[in-house]
Nanobody, 123 residues
């Protein structure tokens, strides 16, 4: 399966962006999906994940209440709505499909990765 992440861009602090992750090649509707990010000079970190049916979500503490993950299984797409963005949210954001029906904080549990989309939040 190929994953295509999009929706990144430059936004002022307090603004919003919606990222999309579209799967092609085959469906990922039975897989958990996670969004990770990597800021310059920092390690990649888990941001948010969603289970195969959308019933279970998990968030990094620093984005709780500001980010919302959702999925449209019919469209083979996962969304990340980001609001109240902060400069510290600046990073390349990657979506990934899990080996299981559930998401994980552990990046080794993901076997398909998108190419990343850059989010830049200016102060």
């Amino acid at each position: 399966v190929q994953l295509q992440a999009s929706g990144g861009g430059l936004v002022q602090a307090g603004g919003s962006l919606r990222l999309s992750c579209v799967a092609s090649g085959r469906t990922f509707s039975n897989n958990g999906v996670g969004w990770f990010r990597q800021a310059p000079g920092k390690e990649r970190e888990f941001v948010v994940g969603i289970s195969w049916n959308g019933a279970s979500t998990t968030y990094l503490d620093s984005v709780k209440g500001r980010f919302t993950i959702s999925r449209d299984r019919a469209k083979n797409t996962v969304y990340l709505q980001m609001s109240s963005l902060k400069p510290e949210d600046t990073a390349v954001y990657y979506c990934a499909a899990s080996r299981t029906p559930y998401s994980s904080h552990d990046s080794s549990q993901y076997n398909y990765w998108g190419q990343g989309t850059l989010v830049t939040v200016s102060s």
